[in-house]
Every structure is written in structure tokens, then in C-alpha cells.
């Protein structure tokens, strides 16, 4: 066994494992030089990326990986059931596990010059690396309560860097109001955990997915793991903390948030999917029942109408653009309620696949917006659209990306958005015509909201106290710049993109048996013991 | 019944502590009904880990006769490393919750919720 062999076989455990010690060690590197402490950032992101690059490649050439801590098979001697904590990859991990790493790297990137002016940024470090070990370490688990840590992980780095700028009130009151609401998230969460192992004596997804009976129990555990996944990836009427959060944080934080809150996003895709397979497949579709998929579609539609109504009232820059993610995330929810209302039909497919595609195209966009926004309040130490004004004389670059990011998020071609937007209109007419109109609409009005701000903040007059402001520094513009060429180069070619990432990321979902099957052989009986 | 008891003081506990966080104007008492939920979910946990006739798992003090006559009589002692890492958890997210309070006392000079709304739309 080579080198090579050995690092992709002990993939996952290191994909966590490397940031979560580089954050330890952060520190201590900080003592000799602040530029080696970048570098050694950005380098350990690097290594976690290349091994995710290897995981990649593995999961698609060989299928479905499991990875057993403290063994090589994940069933004991002895045992019946598996006891140990498991790591679960198939293609929906990997998507989600690569759209972590370009968000990780790009955000460290263009925190070199956006955190310079401030102190404390050996902490700043150190939590961002404890941010991005939790969101992959989410995104790859297989076992339930090692989801739950993993979410406290990111809640606790997340709620510290929402208040990093501890001197206003305003993000201390983000934090507060981010750390209450996510720590009864999660400790609700840890509640319908309890109530699996009381039925079924174990944690592990694919064995409950596996034993899942649809007892009253499980509806009450799948309502509470909902309503908290959910919550935490800011739907509709929980989505008052996203706008908070994001619009109070540090914008280069705010890039790596949108990871942390599609981590959860993606756990509420993989209740619903995988461990509720059977539920949805199988014992709901007899009785014709429609409530949760309904719940979460009219959730989604009425996310994109507030979202995009309050963005429209905002004379905050930041601010403004968090209510455009709350809009985003509707979409995300939409194509995925579609597809799991519609789930076996071809056209549930597209929307499940547009869905998929989408959260992508959504941490670019908003994350690109997010960036710009940065890279404004650095050039001018200001964020309100009021006072703003004639920037696009002195920014040229920046102004350009905005362009990009304001074609890109409202879903204009040649962008990705486009793309992604497309395919949730052209199959969720097939559920109900009246989806797509309201979601065209309220791509409009984005479009209009953004407009607005860009003829407010980059054209207009001169202003004579922006005279003076110069371009931001290289690594922000290289940052923003890799993030457009990501964006541009989606938009136009989705198909290479839709068909090697996003369709096994479906089909995996989709055949949710065949995550049953790599840990437990299905349909065995999981007794007691 | 008897049995049910622990389930029931967990479901009081829960509600008690959604009323504090959802009705209380301070924000220390925010706290503590967090604090409060999280100690009736522990106690969830720990409840689940029952077993009739089972023996606690603690390798030493485990009377032998039984160890030798029904090995299986052993419970798995995952509720219990569960409600450890819970307990854990929750201390770091009540230090990190009361460290922001005391921030937001000398940011806003007051606790109350009514009055910490600069936030607004």
C-alpha cells in the first residue's frame, strides 16, 4: 500500500482532523510571525483540500465509503449493531464537503488583508479553523449524535465570530440572539436523537434509516429534527437570526457562515432522504398524505416572498444582501420539497437535481455579495446604502464582480444562477404552475432590489468624501476574482458541472438503500439486546 | 407508572425552560431556561440508559457472580458517554451565553430584552 492509498483511506478522519489540530496550533504558529500564521492558515486548508480531492475521486470511481473510527469494520464482534462512530461518504457528502473547502479557502484568502487592521486575529484564526473542522466534520458524519456535536462545534466558533467585534452592541446582539436560538435548535435535536435510540439502541443513520417503523414517536422526532434543521438554515419564520447575524458579522465570517448554516441545511436533506427513506417512499405515498412536503414547499415560497420583500426595504448594504440569502435558501427548499413531494418521477429528479445545483450557486452568489459588501465597508468604512455613493470611479474591479454577483443572483444568464433557477422552474410547473410564477417573481424583484443598490452605492455622483478611497488589496480581489470565475465558468458550462457532481449527488439521495446497504445488510431485523 | 416519572419531570423541565426563554425580559433568565432545557433533555438520556436487571457497566465494581452467570446482563454505556459530551457541551455554550450577556450589560447598560433592540427590520 502506497502513500497515496494510505492518505485516501484514512481520508475522512484527517479531512477533520487537519483543521481541527491546525486550529490548536494556530496560536502558538501566531507567536513568531502574523504572516507565517497566514500562510500556515491557508496551507493546512490546502492539505484538507487536496485530501478532499482524493476522497472525491475515490467515492466516484468506487462508490459509497465508510470510515470506522478505532476500526476496519463497522460491526464489532459481537455485536448486532454498530456501535462506534462512523463516517458515511457518498456523492451528496462530497458536493457538500467541496462547496466547505472553496468557501474555507477563499474566505481565509480574503480575511490576509480584510482582518489586517485588526487585533486579535490569532483568535479570529483559530475559530475559523474550528468553523470549517465542525461544517466538514457535519457534512460527512454517518453517526446522529456526532452530527449533534459537530453542530454545537459550529454554533459555539460561529457565535464567536458573530460578535468578534465585540465594541458594537449590535453584533453582540446578533450573537446572543444566534447562540439562544441554535442551542435550542440543537439541544431539541439532541432530543429526537434520544427518542431514536430509545426505539431503535442505535445512533448510527443508516441502521435507523434502515429500522424506521414511522411510530408516533418518529413523527414527533422528524417534526423536532425539521423544525431545527431547518431553523438553523434560516426558513421561514425562523429566519430573523440569519438576517441578524449575517448583516452584523465580519463579511469574511459571514462567507464561511453560509457553510455552516448549508451544513445544516444539508442535515435536514439527509433526515428527509436517507434516514425518513422508507417513510417517504414506502409507507406515506399508500396513504396520501401531503403535509410535510407541502409544509416545507409553502415554507420555501413564503421564505422567497419575505425574503425578497424585506430585502427590498433595507437601506443597509449587509443587511440587505442576508435577506437575499434568506431568499436564496427558499430556493434551496423549494427544488428539494418538489423532489421529495415528487420523488420517483422524472421531473421530481430535475427539481431535486435544482435544487442541489442551486446550493452551490447560492454560497457563490450571496458569498460573492457578502465579499463585495467587505470590500466596500474597507474602502470607505461605511455600509449604508444612503450614504454611499459614485464608488464605481475609485473600485473599478470590485465593481465589476458586483455586476456579475447582481446578474448572478437574480438568476440572469450567462450566470449560474440561471442555471440552477431553470431547472427549479421547469420542473416544479409540473407540481403546481403556481410555484414557479411566484418564484419568477420574486426573482425579479431581486433583481430590481439589486439594481437599486447598484445605482445607489457604485454610479452616481462623486462624492467628495470617497475621493480619496483606493482599490482594495490584491488577495480581496483575488479572492472575489476566483469566486467569479467560479461563478462564470458554472454559468457556462452547468452541464459538466449538473453531470459529474450534482446527478450522483441526486442519485444518491434518491437511492437511499444503497447507503442502507454499505453498513447493515436492509431488511434484517435490529433487535434488542 | 413509577416508570414513567423521570419522562414526565423531562417534559416539565423542557416546557419550563421554553417559557423562560420565550416569555422572560432578562437576559440572565434567557439563560438559565436554556440551561434549564438542557438539563431536562440530560436527563432524557440518562433515562433511556435504564435497563431492568441490568448491571452498570463499570468493569471493576460489577458484582462477579453476576459478570459470571449472565455476561450479558451488562448495559451499553452509550446514554451515559452521550449525556457526558451533552454536559460538556452545555457548560461551553453557557460560559460562551453569559460571557455575551455580561458584553451586551456593558454595551447597552441594561438586560432587558425590550430595551437591547437596536437591531431592527
Known sequence: MNWLELLSLHSPALIVGIPLLAAFLTPLVSRINDKIRNLFVLVMLCVTGFLIILLGYDVQTNG??????????????????????????????????????????????????????????????????????????????????????????????????????????????????????SSIGALFILFAIGIFYAQYNTLNMATIANAIQYSFLDKIALVILIAALTMKAGLIPMHMWLADSYGEAPPSITFILIGATQASLYGAIRILFTVYGNVFRDILPNSSSFIIEGVIILLALITILIGVMMALIQTDFKRLIAYAAVAEVGYIFLGVGVGLASIGTQYGGVALKGGLFHIINDALDIGLLFLIVGAVLYATKETSVNKLGGLARNLKYTTLFFIVGLLAVSGMPPFNGFASKLMIYESTYQLNPIIPIVAILASILMLAVFIKVFYSVFLGPDLPKFKEIKEVPRSMLFAMGIIVGLIVFIGLFPDIFVSNIIQPAANALINHSSYISKVITPTTFIGGF | MIYNIPFIAVVIMVIIGLFAVLFKRNLVKIVIGISIIESGVNLFLITLGYREGGVAPIFTSAPSEIVKDTPGSMVLPVPQALTLTSIVIGVAVLALMLSLVMHIYRQYGTLDVRKIRRLKE
Request: aromatic content about 14%; hydrophobic content about 55%; charged content about 10%.
Open chain 1, 64 to 181: 459509497i465509503r465508510t470510515y470506522v473510527f478505532g476500526s476496519g469494520a463497522p460491526l464489532p464482534s459481537g455485536m448486532s449493531i454498530p456501535v462506534r462512530i462512523m463516517f458515511e461518504i457518498d456523492s451528496m457528502n462530497v458536493f457538500m464537503v467541496i462547496i466547505t473547502i472553496i468557501l474555507a479557502l477563499v474566505g481565509v484568502l480574503y480575511s490576509w488583508s480584510f482582518m489586517n487592521r485588526q487585533d486579535g486575529q490569532d483568535k479570529y484564526y483559530t475559530i475559523v479553523l474550528l468553523l470549517i473542522a465542525s461544517i466538514l466534520g457535519m457534512v460527512l458524519t454517518g453517526d446522529m449524535f456526532n452530527f449533534f456535536v459537530f453542530l454545537e462545534i459550529s454554533c459555539i466558533s460561529s457565535c464567536a465570530l458573530i460578535a468578534f467585534w465585540v465594541h458594537k452592541g449590535e453584533s453582540l446582539e446578533a450573537a446572543f440572539k444566534y447562540i439562544v436560538i
